[in-house]
């Protein structure tokens, strides 16, 4: 019996994979040790990017550098192969990111991530979570913030 339920499963998860409409799960790697621009939308409480090359990453973002700093950058030449995915919260709350995935369905790429905020009464934030993907030719992405669609933005070739 425990075979045989083993098998109808196996079944079920390969023949999913093979439905039109179907996800597929999208490797991802996420970035820190960047500050956003000031001149980057600073009006906006929040910001949904989808980024294509160095020039326009640089425009956003800038590298803050720390004694002992561990934080993972952006390899030299990743824009080759991968698109970056940003989300930008702006206020008077630190933000902490968390991925929990990223996924393709007919063209839209998902990408799922919780965020919490600590309020602060004494400082304005600009805090980015920043998300790469291997290129690919999709139609849009689709911000999923704790569970709720945020933004669906149309993707640039």
């Known amino acids: 019996m425990r075979s045989l339920k083993a098998c ?8 999913g994979s093979a439905f039109p409409g179907s996800f597929s799960n999208v490797p991802f790697d996420t970035y820190s040790g960047y500050f956003v621009s000031n001149k980057f939308e600073p009006d906006a409480p929040a910001s949904f990017v989808m980024i294509h ?9 800038g590298s803050a550098f720390v ?9 030299p030449g990743i824009f080759k192969s991968h698109k970056i995915l940003a989300v930008i919260h702006r206020g008077n709350a630190m933000c902490e990111y ?27 934030y600009a805090c980015p979570l920043i998300v790469s993907i291997a290129k690919g030719d999709y139609k849009s992405v689709r911000f999923v913030e704790n569970g709720k669609v945020e933004k669906t933005i149309h993707a640039m070739k």
């Open 67 to 75: 004694m002992r700093d561990k934080s993972q950058r952006l390899p």
């Open 53 to 61: 090359d160095q020039a326009q990453f640089d425009l956003i973002f």
């Open 8 to 15: 109808l499963l196996l079944f079920l998860l390969l023949a």
């Open 98 to 124: 968390g991925m929990e995935e990223a996924t393709l369905k007919d063209g839209t790429v998902e990408l799922h991530y919780r965020v919490t905020f600590k309020k602060s009464d004494t400082a304005t």
